[in-house]
Structure formats: structure tokens, C-alpha cells
């Protein structure tokens, strides 16, 4: 799984940790500074988050637009399976 679909599971999961419905929609928007890529942000059922890509952080905004909680957006990829043989 890439670190893109990493981030997504774990916003949609931080979402509703803090009170989003399980089965409202993530909307998400891709952030340009200056020309260049820098991050996303998706929003669901009045939250918000911002993974900023250069300083691999997540930043969750409750429903008023005050920060609830930052992360560090390097999440490990899960170790491949072994083939027996």
C-alpha cells in the first residue's frame, strides 16, 4: 500500500475518533504553494485535516477550526509477506 493510501486510512480513522460518522464521505483537495505540491487536505462531516508532505505532519481541525491534534505522517508500511519455498 503507498504512504498516500496509509495517510487516507489513517484520517478516515482520526475522523471518527473524533465524532465523524463512519460512513460520511472524505472530500479531498490537493494544496499548491507557490506552483509547487505541498499537501492535501480532506474534509469530512465538519472536520478538517492538512497532511503537509515536506514536514510529514497532519494537523486535524475540529468542527470550530481550532487544531485538535497533530501527527507525524510517516506511517511504516507492513512488513511483505513471505513466500514459502
Not at 460518522?21 to 492538512?50: F, H, N
Not at 497532511?51 to 491534534?69: C, H, L, M, Q, T
Given at each position: 500500500?503507498?504512504?498516500?493510501e496509509?495517510?487516507?486510512?489513517?484520517?478516515?480513522?482520526?475522523?471518527?475518533?473524533?465524532?465523524?460518522?463512519?460512513?460520511?464521505?472524505?472530500?479531498?483537495?490537493?494544496?499548491?504553494?507557490?506552483?509547487?505540491?505541498?499537501?492535501?487536505?480532506?474534509?469530512?462531516?465538519?472536520?478538517?485535516?492538512?497532511?503537509?508532505?515536506?514536514?510529514?505532519e497532519?494537523?486535524?481541525?475540529?468542527?470550530?477550526?481550532?487544531?485538535?491534534?497533530?501527527?507525524?505522517?510517516?506511517?511504516?508500511?507492513a512488513?511483505?509477506?513471505?513466500?514459502?519455498?
Amino acid at each position: 500500500m503507498h504512504q498516500a493510501e496509509r495517510v487516507r486510512q489513517l484520517i478516515q480513522s482520526r475522523f471518527v475518533e473524533l465524532g465523524a460518522s463512519p460512513d460520511a464521505p472524505v472530500q479531498e483537495t490537493i494544496l499548491i504553494r507557490d506552483g509547487y505540491y505541498c499537501g492535501r487536505k480532506m474534509r469530512c462531516d465538519g472536520l478538517q485535516a492538512i497532511w503537509f508532505v515536506e514536514e510529514n505532519e497532519i494537523k486535524f481541525y475540529d468542527r470550530d477550526g481550532a487544531v485538535a491534534s497533530v501527527c507525524d505522517a510517516v506511517i511504516p508500511e507492513a512488513p511483505a509477506a513471505r513466500k514459502a519455498g
